[in-house]
């Protein structure tokens, strides 16, 4: 029988061989403030962690949309390959013996609130997660799981933001000023803003990911 730690130490090598470029594990009982859809149990029932995975988008075309107007779904490109990660994930769970279920990105969980929790890193002035070596050019996903891992400790606050309003000021929109996002100035101006790669390929503005300079590389 392995202890919680062994299987934590066994799966970030795992995680760190199929190219996962960050991973935190989150204690599902912390997302009582949320709504019963956006918690974890909801997902799966008694589950001992929350496991959350990042992509770093180091190149923006990662970062692009594509809409297939016959089926009117739509496809993004890093969340194609965080997705294949949570299935070998996933797989690598269950050979030891433990359920997990892949959150869907849909209604999901907040997922920058899932590796806050999870003590990957804090929410900046941009509402976005930053990560220490990433910044906020990451993309995430996650899963809930009945295997018990070592839980990163949670993070409330972003030192990174405390001398700093790059992001705010760098936003077209005006949707981070005062210190709270503002959904609907962000969506209006990325809807009328996109940038076409090809006809159904678009990416969004993302002025708040690429302005903020915590992390050593840039898109
Ligand atoms: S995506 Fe663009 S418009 Fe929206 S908050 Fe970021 S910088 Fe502002
Ligand atoms: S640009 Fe500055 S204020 Fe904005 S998220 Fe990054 S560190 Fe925080």
């Known amino acids: 029988m392995v202890t919680i730690k062994e299987l934590t130490d066994e799966l970030n090598a795992h995680c760190d061989k199929i190219g996962v470029d960050f991973v935190g594990f ?3 009982t912390k997302f009582s403030k949320f709504d019963k859809e956006y918690v974890p149990e909801s997902y799966l029932k008694n589950s001992k962690s929350v496991i959350v995975i990042g992509f770093h988008l180091y190149d923006l075309s990662l970062d ?5 107007e016959k089926k009117g779904k739509s496809y993004h490109f890093t969340d194609s390959i965080l997705l294949y990660q949570c299935h070998q994930i996933k797989s690598f769970l269950a050979k030891k013996g433990f359920k ?3 959150i869907p990105y849909i209604p999901g969980l907040y997922l920058k609130d899932a590796a806050a929790l999870a003590g990957i890193g804090p929410i900046g002035k941009n509402n ?9 050019q ?3 996903r996650a899963l ?3 295997a018990k891992l070592v839980y990163g400790k949670p993070i409330h606050e972003s030192e990174y933001c405390k ?3 790059i992001c705010v000021d ?3 929109a005006g949707a981070l000023e005062g210190g709270k996002y503002r959904k609907s100035l962000c969506y209006n101006y990325c809807m009328e803003n996109l940038k076409k790669l090809s006809e159904n390929t678009v990416i969004w503005c993302n002025k708040c990911i690429e302005s903020c300079p915590v992390g050593k590389l840039s898109i």
């Open 100 to 102: 997990s279920k892949i």
């Open 144 to 146: 809930v799981t009945k």
């Open 128 to 136: 976005l997660l930053i990560t220490k070596t990433f910044g906020s």
């Open 138 to 140: 990451v993309r995430l």
């Open 170 to 172: 760098s936003c077209p």
């Open 26 to 28: 989150g204690d599902p």
């Open 163 to 165: 001398n700093c309003n």
């Open 64 to 68: 692009a949309w594509s809409k297939d």
